[in-house]
T-cell receptor, first 114, second 115 residues
Framework: NAGVMQNPRHLVRRRGQEARLRCSPM?????VYWYRQLPEEGLKFMVY????????ESGMPKERFSAEFPKEGPSILRIQQVVRGDSAAYFC????????????FGSGTRLTVV | KQEVTQIPAALSVPEGENLVLNCSFT??????LQWFRQDPGKGLTSLLL?????REQTSGRLNASLDKSSGRSTLYIAASQPGDSATYLC??????????????FGKGITLSVRP
């Protein structure tokens, strides 16, 4: 039973390029969350998705960031025209249907913008 | 707006000591609380999940308690070992926001257990 799979583990992009981060939830989990972790700032919620639906994107920057969770395939967090301030660890978590389940996190993607 | 606080930010103890990590939250309307461990450069590993109706959960040398009315949780680590060195984060899940909802995290406590 594989856990939450994120790839790539490390991603280096030049300023202005696009970054695509992928997340496959645990088997049986239908809810996906993206969090960003900046040094000294802790984990911050970005977006919550179910298949083909964005449920809550209140933590997403208004520009350059988008997320999707298609019917088939992994969830994608896309950052366009990256800037140095986007350098961070991006974590994906999934949870099962229903209210009581805990979250399972992936190992994260560490994005470095040079 | 829910705020989760973990103090102190860092803690250093000698091996073998029993220790308590504290977590406080401002809004007691929570569905559950989860403790995680994060090793440097790694992801989060779930340690314990406490539902709002529960008072505590135990796993091995770890025991987590929850006092929802006072907005507090503690993670007790018995007989600490150098391998326990990591950052410990607590996170709360709110009530009233749908079937699943976002966690609010504290900034974590970085624990160092000295041999």
């Amino acid at each position: 039973n594989a856990g939450v799979m994120q790839n790539p583990r490390h991603l280096v992009r030049r300023r202005g390029q696009e970054a695509r981060l992928r997340c496959s939830p645990m088997k049986g989990h239908s809810h996906v969350y993206w969090y960003r972790q900046l040094p000294e700032e802790g984990l911050k919620f970005m977006v919550y998705l179910q298949k083909e639906n964005i449920i809550d994107e209140s933590g997403m920057p208004k520009e350059r960031f988008s997320a999707e969770f298609p019917k088939e395939g992994p969830s994608i967090l896309r950052i366009q025209q990256v800037v140095r301030g986007d350098s961070a660890a991006y974590f994906c978590a999934s949870s099962p249907p229903g209210q009581g389940g805990g979250y399972t996190f992936g190992s994260g993607t560490r994005l470095t913008v040079v | 707006k829910q705020e989760v606080t973990q103090i102190p930010a860092a803690l250093s103890v000698p091996e073998g000591e029993n220790l308590v990590l504290n977590c406080s939250f401002t809004d007691s309307a929570i569905y559950n609380l989860q403790w995680f461990r994060q090793d440097p450069g790694k992801g989060l590993t779930s340690l314990l999940l406490i539902q709002s109706s529960q008072r505590e959960q135990t796993s091995g040398r770890l025991n987590a308690s929850l006092d929802k009315s006072s907005g507090r949780s503690t993670l007790y680590i018995a007989a600490s070992q150098p391998g326990d060195s990591a950052t410990y984060l607590c996170a709360v899940k709110p009530l009233g926001t749908g079937a699943n909802s976002k966690l609010t995290f504290g900034k974590g406590i970085t624990l160092s257990v000295r041999p």
